[in-house]
């Protein structure tokens, strides 16, 4: 008989020992990592489906981030907006209540309180979120808007809002008739004519009508050219009787209207807005309607054109870019408006200034396929209008000694006030917060689609790449009781020799 030996055995055995304690290290190194493979190759067939969703998962969080920091920039804008139109707001109510009461410097305690309103405006604008300036359209690297000295008081050679508004006032003809000139072309006649004809200054002859009986005539305005530049009343056929009237309406720079009318009446010295009938001579009634058109012409020059003409100041300053000025010196005679340049006048708003829309100027990617718009530029309509009217009211000045100084007063703080109640049609600050709050809403439910896609994905993910660690636990203990089995076999069987199976 023959006798076969063990070691044959004892490597296939030991071999055994050693696969045993390969899958325990693989399942210990699954228990501790959470993880079946450190390798996509480990995966098998459900590799590229596990690339595919982390990918989406990826995806997500970088929309997540872009998200993060467009909403930090929106809630900034939502606070620098509502702090505007809070401004503005004040500024309107305080204009509306404001008492004529200056002081050395030629201004209400209301104006300059209305300065630091606009000082923070300005601040407003020039709100930044890291390095971005949130109101510079598609250069946020830009400081959007000047200082408040530079925008009131110029700086250097370049004027500011308050020399543009010194210009405008002389070319409006403000305290001097208004650029129209009162003349007697013949006998019993008065003819009031524009001396700026065409031009953007002055008082415009807009219409007349008139009940002169008697004889009396009203002719003009007439054209060519397209703007009428001259009326004529004519009593030289008769005297007008006692309540005839003369109405003229005047077209302000503003774009305003402003009527005057003169009534007939035999009183001598007349009442404020009437003029004398002289029983015997035509001549000398012109004279007295004349003498009547002048004085409440003086008066509307030196009062509402005071307001309308600093209107228009502001309209050409904060309307335009490069900002417009009063062309030719003296500005009382001039005709024309020309754009200031870099050299002698501020520009106010220094940001983008491009012909894409203001909510185009800044754009992100929130979720695949979604863009939200969301860019914002401080020379917006709703923006520009705060920052111009509130200027305006901050930059106007006024003598002690003219009897007119508190109606010139009333004429800008009425245009004012009105203009900052933003007339239907207009852009206001709450629509530029409606839009981004739109923005926000979008990134909101994209945030929390992002939420919910991810923790299915995720979920999904795991059940590809994970391990069940009570799963896990079990299969290791199982593999370390047969491996001490296997161990306590091997163990025994190389302790066996054939000495044991010789006879004594």
Do not use: C
């Amino acid at each position: 008989m023959s006798i076969q030996g063990i070691s044959g055995i004892s490597s296939q055995m030991i071999g055994n020992l050693v696969d045993l304690n390969n899958q325990l290290d693989d399942l210990q190194q699954e228990l501790g990592t959470g993880q079946k493979s450190q390798s996509y190759a480990g995966l098998g067939v459900q590799r590229g489906l596990t690339v595919g969703l982390q990918q989406q998962l990826s995806a997500m969080s970088g929309f997540n981030d872009t998200i993060t920091v467009v909403g930090t920039q929106l809630s900034v804008a939502q606070t620098a907006l509502g702090g505007i139109a809070t401004a503005a707001s004040t500024v309107k109510q305080t204009a509306l209540n404001s008492r004529f009461s200056i002081d050395q410097t030629g201004q209400t305690i209301d104006q300059e309180a209305a300065a630091g309103q606009l000082d923070q405006i300005i601040g407003a604008l020039n709100t930044q979120v890291g390095s971005n300036y949130i109101f510079a359209g598609m250069s946020p690297d830009k400081l959007p808007v000047a200082s408040l000295s530079q925008i009131l008081n110029g700086s250097g050679t370049q004027a500011g809002f308050n020399q543009v508004l010194s210009e405008r006032q002389q070319a409006d003809g403000v305290g001097a008739l208004g650029r129209l000139t009162l003349t007697s072309p013949g006998a019993g006649q008065v003819a009031i004519t524009e001396n700026a004809v065409g031009s953007p200054f002055g008082l415009k002859l807009a219409s007349v009508t008139s009940s002169l009986t008697g004889g009396g005539t009203v002719s003009g305005p007439s054209g060519p050219p397209a703007n009428p530049n001259s009326i004529t009343v004519d009593f030289s056929g008769g005297n007008p009787s006692p309540g005839d009237t003369v109405k003229f309406t005047f077209t302000l720079p503003d774009g305003t209207t402003q009527d005057m009318t003169l009534t007939a009446t035999t009183a001598s010295p007349p009442g404020a807005g009437q003029f004398t009938i002289d029983p015997v001579s035509t001549t000398q009634t012109a004279l007295n309607f004349r003498a009547a058109l002048s004085s409440g012409v003086a008066q509307i020059a030196d009062t509402t054109l005071y307001g309308a003409s600093a209107v228009a100041a502001g309209n050409d300053f904060f309307d335009n870019n490069p900002p417009l000025r009063v062309n030719g010196a003296p500005p009382s005679s001039a005709t024309t408006l020309i754009a200031g340049t870099s050299s002698n006048t501020v520009t106010w708003y220094t940001g983008e200034n491009g012909a894409t829309p203001a909510q185009q100027t800044a754009s992100a990617v929130i979720d695949q396929g979604q863009t939200v718009s969301y860019g914002m530029r401080a020379n917006e309509q709703a923006l520009a209008t705060a920052v111009k009217n509130v200027a305006i009211f901050a930059a106007t000045t006024y003598s002690s000694t003219d009897p007119n100084a508190a109606a010139q007063y009333d004429s800008v703080k009425q245009r004012v006030a009105a203009n900052l109640d933003n007339p239907p049609g207009t852009q206001t600050v709450t629509d530029i917060e409606a839009r981004i709050a739109n923005a926000q809403t979008a990134m909101t439910a994209a945030q929390s689609r992002h939420q919910q896609t991810s923790t299915v994905l995720t979920n999904f993910l795991q059940s590809i790449e994970g391990v069940d660690n009570t799963k896990v636990g079990t299969q290791i203990l199982a593999l370390q009781t047969q491996l001490q089995a296997s161990l306590q076999t091997t163990a025994l069987l190389s302790k066996i020799s054939i000495v044991n199976f010789i006879p004594a």
